[in-house]
Each structure stands twice: as C-alpha cells, then as structure tokens.
C-alpha cells in the first residue's frame, strides 16, 4: 500500500502525462531558405539566365538564348513539406516554382519535377501544377483549350499584375495543393507510378524567342518552408 502523500503524487503524475499526451503538437518551424543578401544555399542548372540578389530579393532576369534556368537550392531532401514565397512577375513572361524535383540524369537530361506555375501572360495559368521536362500539365490537365479556359474562368483574377502576389505549395505523401493569395488553386493527387516523392526547391525563369521580353523580370522574397516529414 502506498501512502497517502505518495498516492496523490502518483495521482498527479498520472494526470500530467495524460494531459501532456491530449496536447496538440507544437507545429513544424519555419526554415528561411534566402539569407535576403547572397544565393548561399543554392546553384544555378540547366540555362544561363542571368540571377542575381537584389535589395533582399531573388531576381531572374530574361535572357537572350539562356534556355530554361533553375535556380535550385542544394539540399534535395525535400519531401512532404510547406512552402510559402512572395513573387512579382513583370507583365507577359512565365517563371514558376520548382518542388520535389530533379536534376538531370542518365534518363531525363534537363531537371524535372513538379512545377508551381506563374504565368503573367492572358492564358492567367498562375498556381497551376504541372511537371516541368517531363510530363506536362497535370492541374489543368492542358494549358490550352478548354482546361485553360475553365480555369481562367474560375481563377483568373487572383493574381495581382505588378505587385507582390503570395505562393503557398503544400505536399504531403501524393497529395499536392496550391495556393495564391490565399485561394486555393489546385488540389491533385498524383497517383503515378513515377511519382517523385522528394527533391529539390528550386525557382524558373523561363526561356523566350520573343525579343520584347528580353531583360524583363520576376522577383521572389521571403522563400521559407516547413519540413512536415
């Protein structure tokens, strides 16, 4: 038999565990993927756009004959995570964000992987999902046609030309969400046998025939992600 005093301490003790187990889990922090001053983390890929750090941000700039450009952060580990950025895209250009994807290899021989689309072009295809150098439109299924079309319709005016427009890409196991300006984009389960579970952060800035666009730009601030895995 257990004393008194030693029966409430133990009492006590039950409790607290108890209680401690209903507690929520504190949430995931946010990890800084920009230092706002160098590109300390991350390496060029693919093209040869120019890139550089300017007043805290990431600037991509169009270049003459540069091909596709991806600027890639070093750790490819990424997995199931959060990730938020803001970005501004000069008028008539596309870029996108890169998530869990690849760089090339001895199959595919450009980095591939899953793309957040930022399109300031009137195809208005902004948080889309697709797989960039590989398999294409996946949310909408096409960027032109009828797909394009419905999601003009149905998101065509969120995205805010010439100002700071705000990212959100959630992936947890297949499960792929987009977010712009706090609207949700997509939502698409990838249920592909080629399905890339983890890889690279990485951010676009996209090739162009077209000489008008030479020399414009998109800018990304606060990159930050919270690692869920």
């Not at 993927?33 to 120019?50: E, N, P, R, S």
């Amino acid at each position: 038999m257990y004393s008194p005093p030693l029966r409430r301490f133990l009492c006590l003790l039950a409790l607290s565990v108890a209680a401690a187990s209903l507690m929520p889990a504190a949430a995931p922090k946010w990890l800084s993927l920009f230092d706002g001053k160098t590109l300390a983390g991350w390496k060029q890929t693919d093209g040869l756009a120019k890139v550089e750090v300017r007043a805290g941000m990431i600037v991509g700039i169009v270049t003459p004959g540069a091909g596709n450009t991806y600027l890639a952060t070093e750790d490819t580990s990424f997995g199931d995570f959060i990730f938020e950025c803001e970005f501004k895209c000069d008028a008539g250009i596309n870029s996108g964000v890169q998530f869990r994807s690849r760089f090339a290899d001895q199959v595919i021989n450009r980095s591939y992987g899953y793309q957040y689309e930022i399109d300031s072009t009137t195809r208005a295809l902004t948080g889309g999902l697709q797989e960039a150098g590989r398999r294409a439109w996946l949310a909408p299924t096409a960027n032109r046609g009828e797909p394009q079309q419905a999601w003009l319709k149905a998101h065509g005016d969120i995205l805010k030309p010439n100002a700071w427009n705000t990212a959100r890409i959630e992936a947890r196991g297949r499960r792929l969400r987009t977010w712009l300006n706090g609207q949700l984009m997509a939502d698409f389960e990838d249920k592909a046998d080629v399905a890339i579970p983890r890889g690279f952060i990485g951010i676009q800035i996209h090739a162009t025939k077209n000489a008008a666009l030479f020399g414009k730009e998109v800018a990304f601030r606060n990159l930050r992600v919270q690692r869920l895995d």
